[in-house]
């Protein structure tokens, strides 16, 4: 399933290709279940926040003096 998500970092527009149906997207968005196991952390964390790898990289060397 392919979803667009907007980061909370930088407000880019992504998508990413899930291994998701629509029925388990929807039921973890309307909090009918708690987990996904078929995502991996990365996938995750685009779910939920929209971010990729890359900006989650540049966030933390941008923090390092």
Do not use: W
Not at 32 to 38: A, F, G, K, M, V
Not at 54 to 59: D, G, K, M, N, P
């Amino acid at each position: 399933m392919r979803l667009y998500r907007v980061s909370e970092l930088t407000g880019r527009t992504r998508y990413m290709d899930l291994p998701l149906t629509e029925e388990r997207y929807y039921e973890f968005m309307c909090n009918h279940i708690d987990e996904l196991p078929e995502l991996n952390e990365e996938q995750m964390k685009f779910l939920m926040f929209g971010v990729v790898e890359e900006e989650l990289s540049c966030a933390s060397s941008e923090k390092t003096p």
